[in-house]
């Protein structure tokens, strides 16, 4: 109750969601206004194929046993579920990398993603593991940093939106991992003169009698001292459909809500980094995030 409690006051002092009711489902994309909660629409809804966001398509100078080898240890001997890889923009020859090994095996379907959705079946924990590799042509494929580990435990009471999954009511900890990893975010994230970061997307999905959620969180790698290191991790949208009872022609209101958070990079530094602003889409909220050299990582401002 304590918690819950907590949980209540914190999300109304966040973000106030952007809701709507509409009489029928055809009515629903019109409406939506992040472009988050659309293109959630667009592929859950709709139908429509999912990008490559994890680069299982590899180039040609990459294979996924080459990948796997790199980035795998060697007391991990659950086969690989997923093995991407996307090239850096700006660095020729340079490849985020990523492999999961256990949880779900992945469909036939160009939906490529890490899933450690539990469906009830029996199947091994995911570890996910990520590395940045450089890859010339007649040349074997190297790390350039040590690769890491990654959980994906994200704080969902630290945000600007004012919902969140609700596996956070079960969870014994302010922080939980995503239902699943499904792309890089190669946006250009210059953290600091001449270094650059790179994202990877986590997204929770719920189902519900009408309707659904769907969540997802933003994590920024980063090679600080040789290792790939996670700098930062934070909520970053949500999008709700509640239906209603139905109508007598078959059609059925269904309540909207959502909200969305952008990440920009500020002129301002501090040690030596730039500063970041975590801004809801409709400005009505930010957060302030700045580099702390005791944990090398950003951390809310004041903290």
Known sequence: MVKMLLYLLLTMAAQPALAETVHSLDQVPARLKTPEAKHTFAQQIEGKPAPDGLGVHLPPQLSAPQITALLVPADDKVPPSIVGARPLPGQPSVYAAIVCTGGNMPGSSDDKRCDQSNFGIPRPDMHVYLGVIEAKENESPHLIAKPAAIDGLV??????????????????????????????????????????????????????????????????????????????????????????????????????????????????????HFDLLLKARDGKSHRLLKWSEASNNYQPAGK
């Open 155 to 272: 704080n969902w009471h630290d945000t600007n939106l004012s919902d969140a999954p609700t596996a956070l009511e079960d969870a014994n900890s302010d922080q939980i991992p995503p239902d699943t990893f499904d792309s890089f975010d190669m946006a250009a994230y210059t953290i600091a003169p001449n270094q650059r970061a790179f994202g990877l997307r986590g997204e929770w999905s719920e189902g519900y009698a009408g309707g659904g959620a769907n969540y997802i969180a933003l994590y920024l790698f980063a090679v600080i001292d040789g290792t790939l290191k996670q700098i930062l991790a934070v909520p970053m949208s949500f999008s709700k459909d509640i239906a209603g009872d139905w109508h007598a022609d078959g059609t059925r209101d269904h309540d909207l809500t959502e909200g969305a958070n952008v990440l920009v990079v500020l002129k301002h530094s501090t040690s030596g």
